[in-house]
């Protein structure tokens, strides 16, 4: 048999994940060209304005004499009082989304903006960016250091850097903070701790019958994948209510890269003074003994995908604190859209799941031999999840993800 040794390669390869760059390059528009300007206000997390944010996203593409001065109210608490004096300035009902032309003309609400923005700007063929006092300025004369607030200046789907006021989107959904995240989840010592149980029942019940260790341990990991994704789905739509309260969306990017530092403490924590059982880490001793009894009842394929189904509801607690910072991440874009994010965090997920059953059906070594390695190691463990969270939670409050 192969005995498994410490995951220093492991641990590497994980940190990695935590730091590698992303960056967004930022455009300047044409200085002669001539625009069509408009005032836009939306928020992360609207519905609403989801709907409108993926429809922008081709259509300034293809209207490059289109600028949007974009104002983001729900993460850019400053943005609020720019917005009030607009509608105020201009007599125009509160809500949003809202692209605002002139004081004559404005489109407001998801449906009455894609079905009529293109009209809109093919009959004003030109028109001033409407500023918050009522007056206007073409947009080649307009100073980014002269808007109120913090507008990012939208041309053919690019972000005009010009300094002042005018700045680039922070980047509140990458691929690197939902690996990152998967990642901690991945190496949770809860999930292989419950796997190994059910494949140690298996094989007491049928020592010889490895084909059934296979079946069991793909069951029991798509049993995983199906629950998380629903649990995720909850999550997300519950930061995307949040978000339509005044004043919560503005904070609720910074309370989760805080939340991540917070757990990555905690995982440090048990690295460096490990205790069975520890708060938002593992499964709580208390627990334990449940799970064991409805693993025992496993005999086949079809108890291991049911028993997977309702075992996800006791690795909440030690598994439930990265995927709650992914949902709150991913409540930035349309619900059915985060299904593929979501697919993937999981897919992560259960990555040493599959491992574990593969290297068991293959013969590369025991279920006993994983579960002892699990335990001399559950410090190391701790510690790669701790420091891809911590750093994680850094990044994002610095802006480098």
């Known amino acids: 048999m192969i005995k498994m040794k410490k995951p220093h390669l492991f641990l590497l390869i994980s940190l990695m994940l935590a730091i590698i760059p992303f960056s967004s390059a930022s455009h300047a528009g044409e200085p002669n060209a001539t625009y069509v300007c408009a005032v836009y206000f939306t928020g992360i997390g ?44 201009y007599g125009i009902p509160p809500g949003i989304p809202l692209i605002i032309f002139s004081k004559d003309v404005y489109l407001r609400g998801d449906s009455p903006i894609i079905d009529n923005l293109g009209s809109t700007v093919a009959s004003l063929g030109e028109n001033p960016c409407p500023l918050m006092n009522g007056s206007a300025m073409n947009f080649n004369e307009l100073a980014c250091d002269s808007l109120p607030g913090k507008p990012e200046v939208l041309v053919e789907n690019e972000s ?14 990458t691929i690197v903070k939902i690996l990152s995240l998967a990642a901690v989840d991945a190496v949770n010592p809860c999930e292989i701790a419950v ?35 629903v649990y995720g789905l909850i999550i997300i739509r519950f930061f995307q209510l949040a978000q339509t309260l005044k004043g919560v969306g503005s904070v609720i990017y910074n309370v989760l890269a805080v939340l991540a530092i917070i ?17 938002a ?19 086949s394929v079809r108890g291991a995908f049911v028993i997977g189904l309702l075992v996800t509801l006791f690795l909440i607690p030690c598994t439930m604190g990265p995927y709650f910072i992914a949902g709150g991440l991913l ?32 013969g590369f070594t025991t279920v006993e031999n994983v579960s002892g390695w699990k335990e001399r190691n559950i410090k190391y463990l701790h510690l790669v999840a701790g420091a ?14």
């Open 46 to 89: 609207c519905p609403h304005c989801a709907k409108v944010e993926a429809f922008l996203k081709d259509f300034l593409n293809a209207t490059p004499n289109l600028v949007l001065l974009k104002y983001e109210l729900y993460q850019e608490q400053s943005n609020v009082p720019v917005m009030d004096s607009y509608i105020s300035s």
């Open 160 to 173: 005009v850097s010009g300094g002042g006021a005018c700045v680039e989107p922070k980047q509140e959904l």
């Open 195 to 229: 796997l190994t149980m059910i494949l140690i029942a298996i094989l007491t019940a049928d020592p010889t019958n490895r084909k059934k260790v296979l079946h069991v341990g793909l069951a029991f990991s798509l049993a995983i994948v199906l629950m998380y994704i």
């Open 263 to 279: 757990l990555g403490v905690f995982n440090i924590r048990d690295f460096v003074s490990y205790k069975p059982g520890g708060f």
């Open 281 to 299: 880490t593992e499964m709580p001793i208390f627990l334990r003994p449940k799970v064991k009894k409805l693993i025992a009842s496993v005999t």
């Open 331 to 362: 409540s930035s874009i349309e619900l059915l859209k985060t299904i593929p994010w979501l697919v993937l965090y999981n897919l992560i997920f259960i990555i040493p799941m599959i491992v574990i059953t593969l290297i068991v059906y293959l």
């Open 388 to 401: 891809i969270l911590v750093l994680l939670g850094i990044a994002m409050i610095l802006g480098l993800v």
